[in-house]
């Protein structure tokens, strides 16, 4: 039973639709249908999730009475936790509108319901854990929490750097939790504990405090990534090493920004910093040195000034004193250090496969590339033009990116679809510099133009809306484009009970066709696909999908037959 009239028009089966023109157009409403009569097992399903919120809600209540067991006088129990029944209602509310968004996109395919229902369950209770918690500390007035990670080798290294600090709850910054797929947790810190040191001096102390008394700080050149490297037009990056051991970015990072912030905090607290000097002065100053500051001898002297009430223009002059004439160590400034740990937290990787494969084989020896992979970039490889030879140009690839994680983030926090208008794309900062959904499907701007829709999924990635003549009849398609192609495995829906094959790829069509026609088992539909439909490419450059001729060529794209011939 369909949802959607267009999926009921091209594949048959029961329902009642009530139909209307529309400028021109047949449109089909589904009547009396609820995702509740058409999911398999729907509820037992809701009842089973609706379980694990309680479950979470019970292991919240533990941590937290655990957690404060000293802080209140009678000690809380569990009814005194605030309530979290708007939090559940909510959290049940999604399920059932992304239950519903996947029932209409997956109904034709019930082999992949559950694996998609059970990611989207997963992403939402990672989501109401710290929801809950933040709403639980928050009302009984825990201002504080400590980060903890789970301690494997799965935790980002961002994450990592956090784990055991302190933070407020009505900060700006990432709280545990927050970020897709994160699986740290909020502790909180009793009212009136002995919390330690926060902010840039409590960062450098637990730094410090991890070290020898006698390591080493230094400067080399740092192990890039593929990401690091298009960011550096292809130079050496160098970095900080202790002991020998490079730091990882967003240690250096996080390090740098201490740094840079440590006037400030100098003069909000310095008989902490006094109080670290005395403890870590040689560690301090052993690091400091390769951080820009050039006399640490003068920040002591600034806190010094700070502890005494002396005029922020005294302190202020010792703190110019502390740092060299440009603020350089070698390979860059600490703000660069800052700036390229933040872009690295930015960039969605999976955008960038297709420029990973083509920088990767420039960036390798071309004596250990096959000739045809290193003949068209040898003359531009030999004057060192890598962005030539990636055939974009670094600027424009970066502020791509750039952009494709603002979407990204602002995708996190959808529930539904986005629809996006001409005005939007033109004034939200958003979608600045965001034109379509990668560079093998259509522009946003001219799609929307022909009377079509682009939408936001809250995945991520970008759904495409058009009319399209099925049997002789417009009706409203949509497809996906996730990591910039087309999905079209909801059209694979042809009689013969074929819907995909793998075959050695050619480029060419018919040659393709007859190949994919013999490994579905079809030698006698010749070196075409059957009428009305095509055999359409994936990017992997192996699957062949069937499909219907009107939507493969309504839907713009380049799939693997491009690769094929490009190669």
Known sequence: MHQSFSDFIRTGGEGEFLLRKSDGRVLGRRVNWSVKNSFPDYSALRRNFEDQLD????????MLLDALADAYDPPLEEQDLPSISGAVNETLSQWDQRLSAIWAEWNTHPQRLRPVRQAMEERLLRSFA????????????????????????????????????VYRWDSNDEKPGEASNCRCSARPVPPGADIGLLGPIGLLDRFLSDLGDDFTAGTGVRPQTFVERLR????????????G????????????????QLGDAIKDNPDAFLNLLERRGDGLERLASVFGISN??????????AAAGASNELIDQALTQARSPIDRFVGGTATSLVDIAEAIRSIPDIRLDDLRRVAEAIYADPSSLPEAMVEPFRERIAAS????ALGYGLPEVLAGVAALGRVRRRAEGLSAPEELTLDRLRTDPDFEGVTNAGPYSPKFEKWINRGGTVELMPEGHFRYSADIDILGQPQRVSVEYPDGYPDFRP???HPSGVRSVEIDVSGTGRIDSRRANIAAGHPDWGSEAPAGWVWHHVEDARTMQLVPRTINEGFYHQGGASRVRNQ
């Open 130 to 165: 710290g929801l809950i918690n933040e709403i639980r500390q928050r009302d009984l007035g825990i201002e504080q929490y400590v980060w903890q990670t789970v301690g494997d080798e799965k935790v980002r290294a961002s994450h990592s750097a956090r784990n055991g600090g």
């Open 245 to 260: 051991e490079m730091l990882d970015v967003q240690t250096q990072g996080d390090l740098a920004k201490a740094f840079q």
């Open 491 to 493: 059209f694979m829906t």
């Open 232 to 243: 550096d037009g292809f130079y050496p990056e160098s970095g900080i090493t202790i002991d």
């Open 296 to 305: 640490p001898d003068a920040l002591a002297a600034a806190a010094t000034l």
């Open 55 to 62: 479950a979470i809600g019970r292991d919240n209540a533990d």
């Open 385 to 388: 033009d890598y962005a030539g």
